[in-house]
Nanobody, 125 residues
Framework: QVPPVESGGGSVQAGGSLRLSCAASGYISTYCMGWFRRAPGKEREGVAIIDPDSETLYAYSVKGRFTISRDNAKNTLYLQMNSLKPEDTAMYYC????????????????????WGQGTQVTVSS
């Protein structure tokens, strides 16, 4: 499989918005798709997950501010980020992984096989 490719990162002031995109052809509709981030000095963490049935899962820190979505026709995954905070500053990664059991998806990075190179998001106060 071709690894996903992220775009859309940048610098924004606190309270602003950004939309990340991830091109992921061949598996976007059948795999668990997720956005992860790694801030300097911190572990990589799951931000938002979407399963093949479009059920979503969010980290508590972003719930209500971020929205994950998928356009299967365009083979593209999105992360709409609103009300951004300085603590959202990180490298953001798109990842894909096979479902587990009866189609479950989890937020653990180890469950994901295909990773993009990442796109930087910087939020200034």
């Amino acid at each position: 499989q071709v690894p996903p490719v992220e775009s859309g990162g940048g610098s924004v002031q606190a309270g602003g918005s950004l939309r990340l995109s991830c091109a992921a052809s061949g598996y976007i509709s059948t795999y668990c798709m997720g956005w992860f981030r790694r801030a300097p000095g911190k572990e990589r963490e799951g931000v938002a997950i979407i399963d093949p049935d479009s059920e979503t899962l969010y980290a508590y820190s972003v719930k209500g501010r971020f929205t994950i979505s998928r356009d299967n026709a365009k083979n593209t995954l999105y992360l709409q980020m609103n009300s951004l905070k300085p603590e959202d500053t990180a490298m953001y990664y798109c990842a894909a992984g096979r479902t587990v059991g009866r189609g479950a998806c989890f937020a653990a990075p180890s469950m994901y096989t295909y990773w993009g190179q990442g796109t930087q998001v910087t939020v200034s106060s």
